[in-house]
């Protein structure tokens, strides 16, 4: 619990430890789309989403898990608003195990990054991390 520094559109810096949101997978800060044939910094932007979200106020998570790097796995909220599930039905991130229907719901709709041609983070990784791209998973 406390006020969190948004690393990137899925993890944040909580008290000190680094916390991955459970259940979504962001474009990467370097990952770019395609919209209305023109490149567009989507993972900046799911970036800038989370800290709109977030914006200095205290945040409550629940850690499930810790990864194999030492990262919190955790559903997070502030006030009211499951941050995780929201960041799914803005179109800011993909489902990564859960929150399937928020994801239908955001690519039915063309919020946010589903306003765009773009490709699933994890797939980018791998493309342009190569090895290192499991740290990020």
Known sequence: ??????IDGDSLRLAGREVRLLGIDA??????CM????????GRAAAQALRGLV?????VCEV?????????????????????RWMVANGWAVAYGRFGAEEASA?????????A????????RRRHLGARAAMFD
């Open 27 to 32: 474009p990467e800060g370097r990952q770019m």
């Open 117 to 124: 041609q773009f490709e699933r983070p994890h797939a980018w």
């Open 35 to 42: 919209r209305e044939q023109a490149p567009w910094a989507c």
């Open 1 to 6: 619990m406390g006020r969190a520094f948004v």
């Open 107 to 115: 690519a039915r709709a063309r919020r946010g990054i589903w306003s």
């Open 64 to 84: 499930e898990d810790v990864d194999r790097y030492g990262r919190l796995l955790a559903l997070c909220r502030v006030g009211d608003v499951a941050i995780n």
């Open 55 to 59: 914006g200095g106020r205290e945040i």
